[in-house]
């Protein structure tokens, strides 16, 4: 048996060296009409001659499919990067066995078809190695997406002298509220400020959870000598609170942000006017 | 016509996709604005419960029908510890976390019907249904 295996394994590989030209041609039209996207037809012949230089050598060397992996596992990367779907992407490999397969049929001898056998095996294998690597790249770019939006959605704002606010956008979860508040804690040391104004306008559902962070955030700011006001509670959102229970005991909060805005400016002591000629004057007030 | 969805409740994301899918069935079953917001956030707190009490479970999101009145109905069901004292854990206030203890009384309150089944050592069963006005 393993004889025969042999046999078949050598007449293989004597047959993707003797005819590497008309294999590689086929297994690029094959690559280019498996899929929808632009492809670069240069590239992808560069990178398919290297796959199959790499096969032959892992053959020729007992079967060590490291060098290859690692071509394949770049393949790959690039390919999720580039949006090709994993079928698109695990096609490639798996057409080597059909454009193999037409010059073995020619061949015709039972060593070459007991060989293909054996041939088909390490390719079903690459090709699953293939789709694992493409599984593991997309999630490394859907990882690191979530840590730049984490990055993004939690900016700072300065309103007035004194008067920061976060305008929060989306769900807030335990880990984005620890960004927050920690940004928010850092900019009120930073600005010196003592009012700070949270807006959850953008926030489609506040339950327990947000509820309670907000909470939290609201006393932290507090012990650092800050007043907190939470503004954008909408109707849906104050009806909803109340049906839950949730107490918001002596925090005040307001429907919009404007209204906030007005509300720790006169908190801060500043009075803005209406002036004569529909211009916005702004004084202090002596103490 | 009865539309029916299993969805899985294992990680923080799931409930996230809870929330998203029972907002556009409460909009599709013709909820007011209000319900939606009472129905997804009641959605929000027992998808929670089942993720952080019993460690993961599902829901089962359906459109119901009473003559010609339309309703969102969930089921949420887990495999966890169950609760010994359902009188107790429907209490405003009472928590064996670290929350608020709302997130079960608070919901009753959100929604039109409320029925909660465990038993200790085998899970919990909550089927709670918002009817559209």
């Not at chain 1, 949006?83 to 397969?101: N, Q």
């Not at chain 1, 309103?159 to 984005?176: F, H, N, Q, Y």
């Not at chain 2, 899985?8 to 996709?17: E, M, Q, R, T, Y």
């Amino acid at each position: 048996m393993s004889v025969h295996t042999d046999a078949g394994r050598r007449r293989i590989e004597e047959l993707l060296q003797e005819h590497e030209g008309r294999v590689l041609k086929r297994w690029l039209e094959i690559a280019v009409s498996s899929t929808s996207n632009q492809v670069d037809r240069g590239g992808l012949a560069d990178q398919l001659r290297e796959l199959y230089q790499s096969l032959r050598q892992s053959f020729g060397s007992s079967g060590d499919l490291s060098d290859l992996r690692g071509l394949l596992a770049e393949l790959s990367r690039d390919r999720a990067r580039q949006g090709f779907t994993p079928t698109e992407t695990a096609v490639v490999v798996f057409g080597l066995k059909e454009a193999l397969y037409e010059t073995v049929e020619e061949d015709g001898s039972p060593d070459a078809l007991r060989g293909f056998i054996w041939f088909s095996r390490v390719i079903d294998d690459l090709g699953l190695f293939t789709v694992e690597s493409y599984a593991t790249a997309r999630e490394k770019i859907i990882i690191d997406q979530a840590e730049q939006l984490l990055e993004l959605s939690t900016p700072v704002v300065k309103l007035w002298d004194g008067i920061v606010a976060v305008p929060l956008v989306g769900t807030l979860d335990s880990a984005r509220t620890q960004v927050v508040m920690e940004k928010l804690l850092q900019t009120l040391v930073d600005t010196g400020s003592e009012h700070a104004v949270i807006d959850i306008t953008g926030v489609p559902a506040v339950d327990t959870e947000v509820a309670q962070h907000l909470l939290k955030t609201v006393v932290a700011a507090r012990l650092m000598g800050a007043e907190c006001v939470i503004s954008g509670i909408r109707p849906q959102i104050a009806h909803t609170i109340v049906t839950l229970g949730i107490e918001f005991g002596d925090i005040v909060t307001k429907a919009t942000l404007a209204d906030a805005l007005a509300h720790t400016l006169r908190a801060s002591g500043v009075r803005v006017v209406k002036g004569g000629e529909s211009r916005i004057a702004v004084r202090t007030v002596e103490a | 016509m009865t539309t029916a969805e299993e969805l899985p409740i294992n990680v923080n994301g799931d409930v996230v996709l809870v929330r998203q899918r029972v907002r556009t069935v409460a909009v599709n079953v013709g909820l007011s604005l209000v319900d939606q917001t009472k129905v997804v956030t009641a959605a929000s707190e027992l998808a929670r419960n089942a993720l952080v009490y019993a460690g993961g479970g599902q829901v089962r999101v359906e459109v119901v029908h009473n003559g010609v009145r339309q309703g969102l109905r969930m089921t949420f069901s887990d495999n966890g510890p169950g609760i010994p004292d359902i009188e107790q854990a429907l209490t405003d206030g009472w928590t064996t976390g670290n929350g608020l203890g709302l997130g079960l009384s608070g919901s009753r309150r959100l929604v039109d019907e409320f029925a909660l089944e465990s038993t200790p050592g085998e899970g919990t069963l909550i089927t709670v249904t918002k009817w559209a006005r």
